[in-house]
């Protein structure tokens, strides 16, 4: 057997076992009535899994199917729109929950793998490569999700919520979503916001985080601009667009800019500022370094709550 496909195999044969179809219920007039399927994927051995806040948004009841074909009630554990993502929790024993990588290591070009249920077929799973970092595309709620994984694996209804793989079988992704009347362009949820996300959901059953109001995609930075400015980071935010009326306008920022830290942080990654917009910085003043024209700039900015 060739390479390419004992790779696939191997990383596919570590997760399988995690990956599962979600079927959701709407009640009414004591009627139960199907809503909808979907994917998910168990990480924690006590049956916690991984699905888009989507999937579940409006169901009532939701159940999971295994590989094995058992089949398990859901408890959704909390939901958060603005990232859609959702926590679920069985009582399943027989599974091996899946490992989680870390989406900071992923290079555009590399090989990923999707699994999901599309259109109701059971562990169906597509291959292609990372074809961007850092995107940002609207959510279900109307907000941005930022830190989006874009690639070319194939992406049907019902792979919403499934793993997105490395060649070691790693979890890196959510898968979310595709453009509409696009072929190849489906994107995955970083794993490294999915981990952040879901710490807060168990604990509290919301996300808290503080807003700035920016669209953005991961960037290298040439050597060049990165000696003017004296720069060890090899990647930065690149500032796509900024929300009317939000803390990132009242700072000053435009689109254009680059974003290269927040408060004394580098800023290499969406998860990296992510993980700086913890609800205390809610209106509490901070600043930013942007380069804007080749130029180091610092801006303050006091961080909103999303609403």
């Known amino acids: 057997m060739d390479a390419y496909s004992s790779t696939i195999i191997n990383a596919v044969a570590k997760v399988k076992t995690a990956v599962v179809k979600i079927e ?32 579940v948004h409006s169901a009532s009841q939701v159940h999971v199917k295994l590989h094995d074909g058992s089949q398990y009630p859901a408890q959704l554990i909390g939901q958060d729109t603005d990232t859609d993502l959702a926590i679920l929790k069985i009582s399943a024993m027989e599974f091996m929950s899946a490992v989680l990588g870390d989406s900071g290591d ?38 941005m999700m930022d830190g989006m994984i874009q690639t070319d694996a ?24 595709t453009i509409r009347g696009a072929q190849g362009l489906c994107f995955a949820i970083s794993i490294n916001t999915a981990k952040e996300v879901a710490n ?9 985080r503080a807003w700035l109001g920016l669209s953005m995609q991961q960037i ?60 205390d910085k809610i209106g509490q003043l901070q600043y930013l370094v942007i ?17």
């Open 220 to 279: 290298d930075l040439v050597p060049k601009l990165r000696s003017i400015n004296n720069l060890s980071s090899k990647t930065a935010l690149f500032i796509t667009d900024v929300a009317k009326g939000s803390p990132a306008e009242k700072a000053g920022i435009i689109s254009g800019d680059i974003l290269i830290a927040f408060n004394d942080h580098a800023i290499e990654t969406v998860d990296h500022l992510f993980k700086q917009l913890t609800a």
């Open 291 to 307: 380069l804007r024209r080749f130029a180091r700039t610092e801006l303050r900015i006091t961080p909103a709550q999303r609403n």
């Open 24 to 55: 959701t219920y709407t009640q009414q007039d004591n009627k139960r009535t199907g809503a909808g399927t979907g994917s998910g994927f168990l990480f924690s051995s006590d049956g916690y899994l991984f699905t888009n806040s989507h999937v």
């Open 106 to 143: 992923l290079q555009i070009g590399q090989l990923v793998i999707a699994i999901g249920n599309p259109l109701g077929f059971q562990h169906t799973v597509t291959t292609g490569v990372v074809s961007a970092l850092g995107r940002s595309l609207p959510s279900q709620s109307g907000r």
């Open 154 to 177: 194939a992406l049907n209804p019902g792979n919403s919520g499934g793993p997105l793989i490395n060649a070691n079988g790693e979890v890196v992704g959510v898968n979310t979503a």
């Open 200 to 208: 807060e959901l168990i604990h509290f059953g919301k996300v808290k």
